[in-house]
Nanobody, 119 residues
Framework: VQLVESGGGLVQAGGSLRLSCATS????????MGWYRQAPGKQRELVAT????????NVADSVKGRFTISRDNAKNTMYLQMNSLKPEDTAVYYC?????????????WGKGTLVTVSS
């Protein structure tokens, strides 16, 4: 299974971007999908997650009200709509998919897409 992010780039503060994560298989293969980010010199942190049925989301407080996670199962793609971007949102954004099995959880990661927000 492969995850490929796209949609990153340079944007001014207050602007918007939409990230996409395309999967080589079905998005239903994953119990949970999500976005994480890693800023320079910092640890990777959770941005938002979405369950396979799309019924439950978890969004970090730092982006709540500005970022929206969604998925299009027909296109096997997950999205992150980012509005009102701030310089502190600058990071490499990674797509993640989790397959929860009886005794283990398998994590799949994309290679990341860079988002740079200028002030």
């Amino acid at each position: 299974v492969q995850l490929v992010e796209s949609g990153g780039g340079l944007v001014q503060a207050g602007g918007s971007l939409r990230l996409s994560c395309a999967t080589s298989g079905s998005t239903f293969s994953f119990n949970v999908m999500g976005w994480y980010r890693q800023a320079p010199g910092k640890q990777r942190e959770l941005v938002a997650t979405l369950t396979s049925g799309g019924g439950s989301t978890n969004v970090a407080d730092s982006v709540k009200g500005r970022f929206t996670i969604s998925r299009d199962n027909a296109k096997n793609t997950m999205y992150l709509q980012m509005n009102s971007l701030k310089p502190e949102d600058t990071a490499v954004y990674y797509c993640n998919g989790k397959i929860v099995r009886l005794f283990t959880t398998e994590d799949y990661w994309g290679k990341g897409t860079l988002v740079t927000v200028s002030s």
